[in-house]
């Protein structure tokens, strides 16, 4: 016995979609030019008619209601749109500002004065406080650049607390502007020959030296004004260095690629205390950076740099504000070491110390005499205007 099925029908509940066709424009060169789409010349998108457009097409285009305006099927054409780069969101910047760990200098002793020691490294507690920083540091996956004053115990606080940023590629860039102020010895550098025998990193290739001279290790100001100017110079290069870390470029003869992603951009400076402090505009010593302590801290915004903060000055973030930075307990024991003036290597370190000091005093002699010159020849120059 046969059968047969008769075949299922599904009525339609109303009409298929009309199909909206799409046509690109011919672009409207600026020039006289006979070609149209000419690739020479940018085209001019015409304004008006785009936003006609745009605003004719609605969901009644792709939905079975009915409609009022043109019938479906027709073409609709489009301008030729300017070409625009691809929509990126701008990252942030954020600077994280790090205060080297204890150095042998930073200890206190009634019988030695360690600031007589010339470029301190740092003390074993030193070392464990740069440790602690390094796991207690919560921006170590956004660091995209590195930077630190080339005096020892701020080399070594970058390189002991944080591996992992070189670990990634991030080369340390020593930085002799961030030094600290004052010509003690402790604050006077070692050469660059000393300095790649005794840091192995600069041998790897992890520390990077082109900002560096010859006889860099020498303090040469002499007074507040250079300091002030050497921490307005500093500002403007950070300044100028953020808009390179956003979209590439030269800084201080060093290329740099521009940022892809949308991740902020971090940026890590390892100095010096008296420095940062001024560096910040702190008014009292009391907003000083304990050793080894990092704040955040970001330039304004162009809104509030229209209601008048001053383009170069550094705000601190809210969330560093808020955090409290706690000392490690010191757990090894406290540096105590005898120095001893006798060896040759401490006499001529000694005598190059004092030529220094004395070339500097020099120099503030001679600031001064051509300053009184100046003055006496303005005075001269009054007495004939009178005459």
Known sequence: MSSSVAPLKI??????????????SPSKCSNTCPKENCAVHSPEVDCKELEDIMGRLCLSDVTNKPRSGP??????????????????????VRWHFVRHAQ???????????YTTFRDTDLTEHGRDQARALGLSFPFADNIKYEFASALR??????LIAFPIVNARGVKLILWDELR???????????????????????????????????????????????????VERVKKDMKEFEQVAIHGGTWKGMVFMPHYGEDDIGILVVSHGAFMAKLMNYPTPGQNWSNA??????????????????????????ASYAKEHIPIKQTAPT??????????DRLDEIQEYNTHV?????????????AFGELMKNIGADEDTRE
Request: net charge positive; glycine share 8%.
């Open 71 to 92: 019938a479906p099927g027709l073409g609709v054409t489009l301008p030729r749109p300017r070409l625009f780069s691809p929509f990126v969101r701008i990252p942030k």
């Open 335 to 344: 540096y105590n070491a005898v120095i001893d003036n006798t060896t040759q």
């Open 358 to 370: 004395e070339a500097c005093a020099r120099k503030v002699r001679m600031r001064k005499a051509q």
């Open 11 to 24: 009525p339609s509940k109303g009409l298929l979609a009309s199909v909206v066709t799409m046509s690109v």
């Open 153 to 158: 115990r701020a080399i070594n606080t970058a």
């Open 180 to 230: 600290e102020f004052g010509g003690a010895q402790c604050n006077t550098g070692s050469s660059l020959h000393r300095l790649h025998e005794n840091i192995r990193e600069i041998r790897t290739g992890v520390v990077n030296t082109e900002l560096l001279y010859g006889g860099w290790e020498w303090q040469h100001e002499t007074g507040a004004a250079e300091r002030k100017e050497r």
């Open 103 to 113: 150095a042998v200098h930073n200890v206190r002793n009634k019988d030695y004065d």
């Open 293 to 318: 302590e990092y704040r955040t801290f970001k330039f304004p915004s162009d809104e509030k740099i229209a209601a008048g903060c001053p383009p170069l000055h550094f705000i601190q973030t809210k």
